[in-house]
């Protein structure tokens, strides 16, 4: 049985846990807030664009671009998007849980898999998987330009016929406490099933058809990669407020146990000791 004064140790140290989890809990939260109205924002424009691209790309001969080229998926590669940081629960473990039930489940369909990883922590947990890396980032805050970087990256290697298929893992941000983990195939880019009078419109083009698509379809890519980071980047901080709450309030569970205990074991001490000295009274009346 531990003593009062490690009981007190123990108190002390929890109580201190408690007031650091509270103080991440406040942090993440205000990151959250920031972070919302941002994917907020850039949702419509994102979903916009995939809109309009998937509608070019059901019209479009699909040798008209290198991006739209269907070959035999020998070669893979997967974006695994996580964060710099830990203690956001199991944020980063889903992430890379599918990932690797991914690169399992496929490694007989395609002779070679990479990774495109995004954020540290996927490079601390992947860089001793025996799993070739084929680009890895540290997010910092999202910006346009990482996206456009990793995009850039992304879209050279599949015009050089460098992979075949591209699938991307991430967390799409719903709630303070729900991320969706999203795992979906980017590249190539397939058309959507179009019926007979969506066909029969087609779209003028200025000043031609292959000029807009060598335009857009980059452009896309670079687009829903700055939507996917501020997606993982609001996912994160919600999960991390929730980590922070919950491992606040356990804390909290475990202050009153301890308190409890503590106090118990010092009544039974006083107890004891009043006992020794009535004893001892007792003994010297007699």
Known sequence: MPSLKELKKRIDSVKKTEQITKAMRMVAAAKLRRAQNSIIAARPYAIKMNEVLLSLVTRADPEMHPLLKVREPRRGVVVAVASDRGLCGAFNQNVFRSTERFVKENSSRYEEISLVLVGRRSLDYFKN???????????????????????????????????????????????????????DKILPI????????????????????????????????????????????ASE??????????????????????????????????????????GGAEALKG
């Open 190 to 233: 397939e058309p959507v099933e179009a019926d007979d009078e969506m066909l029969r419109v087609d779209y003028l083009y200025e000043p031609s058809e292959d000029l807009v698509l060598n335009t857009l379809l980059p452009l896309s890519l670079k687009v829903f990669f700055y939507r996917v980071l501020l997606e993982s980047n």
């Open 237 to 278: 901080h919600g999960a991390r407020m929730t980590a922070m709450e919950n491992a606040s309030r356990n804390a909290s569970e475990m202050i009153d146990k301890l308190t409890l205990k503590y106090n118990r074991q010092r009544q039974s001490a006083i107890t004891t000791e009043l006992m020794e000295v009535v």
């Open 129 to 183: 998987k025996g799993i070739k890396i084929r680009r890895s980032d540290v997010i910092g805050t999202p910006t346009y330009e990482l996206a456009s970087a990793i995009a850039d990256n992304i879209i050279s290697g599949y015009e050089a016929e460098e992979f075949d298929e591209l699938t991307i893992i991430f967390n799409e941000f719903r709630s303070a406490m729900r991320q969706v983990l999203h795992v």
